[in-house]
Nanobody
Framework: QLQLVESGGGLVQPGGSLRLSCAAS????????IGWFRQAPGKEREGVSC????????NYADSVKGRFTISRDNAKNTVYLQMNSLKPEDTGVYYC???????????????WGPGTQVTVSS
């Protein structure tokens, strides 16, 4: 069974940092593109970042460029999202999911994890 599990969320003050982890079981992560998404209360789920399987290329939503960094550690079968200079508008539940390639279409991703809550507040 293909499964992803997110961890690393929490409460942080504006300007702070968090590192989220997306760990896989049942499959090898390096065969898939992995995307990070977030959903704030009352809003649709949106793409945050994605890392490809083929060449490790990355992309980011404009709202997080320069602040967030996605990376993968194939030995640990884990993808990370380093989040710096956090803002209150970054608050939401963060999810990771797998795809054959990075895509702007959220519905093309599968094996969604349960999510981890990130709250940015003073």
């Amino acid at each position: 069974q293909l499964q992803l599990v997110e961890s690393g969320g929490g409460l942080v003050q504006p300007g702070g940092s968090l590192r989220l982890s997306c760990a896989a079981s049942g499959f090898t992560l390096d065969r898939f593109a992995i995307g990070w998404f977030r959903q704030a209360p009352g809003k649709e789920r949106e793409g945050v970042s994605c890392i490809s399987s083929s060449d490790g290329s990355t992309n980011y939503a404009d709202s997080v460029k320069g602040r967030f960094t996605i990376s993968r550690d194939n030995a640990k079968n884990t993808v990370y999202l380093q989040m710096n200079s956090l803002k209150p508008e970054d608050t939401g539940v963060y999810y990771c999911a797998a795809n054959s390639a990075c895509s702007v279409h959220v519905f093309t991703f599968a094996s969604w994890g349960p999510g981890t809550q990130v709250t940015v507040s003073s």
